[in-house]
């Protein structure tokens, strides 16, 4: 996630290995589907299991909405990555917490995923015509600004809807509830993606 012409996207979870993966590899595919080669995800965790592949429901999600859970291996989260990353996605506000503790100067890039897609529904509902032909990363390296200022209008009575709940160790329902929670704002973002590309893309 070095490269400064992509747009770097990181999703960050506690152990890497349920909800991160699936966020990382949906927006990947989705992403890849808008402009090949112009946004590139990652994922990590604030306790990784380090190594370990994606938990097997999981993957199974994953491939049943058009991603890869191959190749993965899970990370822990770095001073590093968060530097270089244009937008942090969360999967809930205490590990956004997490993310501005370990890097402070994240904190005006970093959401939790599921409010940076109400956020994006803000944007797209107030101005949110193409992005400029030239220069998709450079419009989407400066999301996070014009999302924050729209962030009033994303607010929730429950600050839980906030939150992709954990699965990990627990039964089928647990990872459904994950996926119901994950994928309508993963599918937004890629929404968002699609209805702003600049024309030809």
Not at 78 to 95: C, N, Q, W
Not at 96 to 114: D, M, N, Y
Not at 177 to 189: G, K, N, Y
Request: charged share 25%; with cysteine; proline share 6%.
């Amino acid at each position: 996630m070095e490269n400064s012409s992509n747009v770097r996207i990181l999703t960050v979870c506690t152990g890497n290995i349920c909800r991160s993966p699936v966020a990382e590899r949906m927006l990947q595919a989705g992403l890849d589907a808008v402009r090949s080669g112009t946004f590139l995800v990652a994922s990590a965790g604030t306790l990784a299991v380090v190594g370990a592949p994606v938990q097997l429901p999981s993957a199974r999600i994953i491939e049943s909405r058009g991603g890869r859970p191959d190749g993965f291996a899970a990370r822990q989260l770095t001073p590093e990555m968060l530097r270089g990353a244009d937008i942090v996605l969360t999967m809930t506000a205490s590990h956004r917490s997490a993310v501005v503790r370990l890097e402070p100067s994240a904190l005006k890039r970093t959401f939790t995923i599921r409010e940076f897609a109400r956020m994006l529904k803000a944007l797209e509902e107030r101005d949110a015509g193409p992005a400029p032909d030239a220069d998709l990363v450079t419009w989407w390296k400066a999301l996070p600004q014009r999302a924050a200022a729209v962030r009033h209008l994303a607010l929730v009575n429950d600050a839980a809807d906030n939150d992709v709940a954990d699965p990990y160790r627990l039964g089928p329902e647990a990872y459904q509830r994950m996926e119901d929670e994950l994928a309508p704002a993963v599918l937004t973002i890629l929404r968002f993606a699609h209805r702003t590309a600049p024309a030809g893309v």
